[in-house]
């Protein structure tokens, strides 16, 4: 069974500093990775997804995120965060062997103190 | 840009009521789902569909039911709401799976309180 785990309930980085939202899964197959961003009172936005290539994927907002299969993680990382930053971020899976869904995992917030 | 509609940002429905959300996608897309969002618990997928008048039950379906007979929009409904049904709802859809197009697009959300 696909699941994903994010460690952290709440991050908080000041303004500047670089950022990592942390992100471990388990799929059988070759996962499909997805990073999302919620702001309050907001559906989900897509930030930047990992399907095959490059291990480090660039995304919207400065945003990047590391697959490394070894350690089934997908780190959320931005070199220097900004307060704009704050908001509710979810990692998810899906698996490349035909289903359709993606498994969220629980949310980490992240607070970006000025 | 794909454009998810949900047809309420807030409704306030009282126990017992059948309650409708509706979810519309303009950019053709063959899936689509409805979630519910509950602090702590992330998003819980309650039912999908691959398809006009086809629907695949979620992690949560029970006290739900979900209508889709046109490809744009697919109909979330609690048949007779209760309490523990307040909650945020949030629908999405996306593309048939194919090399990168598992992402998933969601509407902004309609927060349901059932009194």
């Known amino acids: 069974a696909q699941s994903v785990a994010q460690p952290e309930d709440q991050v908080n980085v000041a303004e500047g500093n670089p950022l990592t939202v942390k992100c471990t899964y388990s799929?059988?197959?070759?996962?499909?990775l997805f990073w999302y961003v919620q702001y309050p009172n907001r559906g989900l936005q897509f930030l930047l997804k990992y399907i095959t290539g490059d291990n480090l994927v660039k995304g919207s907002y400065g945003f990047e995120a590391e697959f490394n299969k070894s350690q089934t993680s997908f780190h959320l990382k931005k070199p220097s965060a900004l307060v704009s930053d704050s908001a509710l971020y979810f990692c998810?899976?899906?698996?490349?062997?035909?289903?359709?869904?993606?498994?969220f995992g629980k949310g980490t917030r992240l607070h970006i103190l000025p | 840009d794909v454009k998810v509609t949900q047809s309420s940002r807030y409704l306030v429905k009282r126990t017992g009521e059948k309650v409708f959300l509706e979810c519309v996608q303009d950019m053709d897309h063959e899936n689509m789902f409805w979630y519910r969002q509950d602090p702590g618990l992330g998003l819980r997928l309650i039912y999908f569909s691959y398809d006009v008048k086809m629907k695949e039950k979620g992690d949560i379906p029970e006290g739900y039911s979900v209508s889709r007979e046109k490809k744009e929009r697919f109909s979330l409904i609690l048949e007779s709401a209760s309490t523990n049904q307040t909650s945020m709802y949030l629908c999405?859809?996306?593309?048939?799976?194919?090399?990168?197009?598992?992402?998933?697009?969601f509407g902004p959300g309609t927060r349901l309180t059932v009194t």
């Open positions: 998810a899976v899906s698996s490349g062997e035909g289903d359709d869904k993606i498994i």
């Open positions: 999405a859809s996306s593309l048939k799976p194919g090399p990168g197009s598992r992402e998933q697009y």
């Open positions: 799929v059988s197959g070759n996962p499909y």
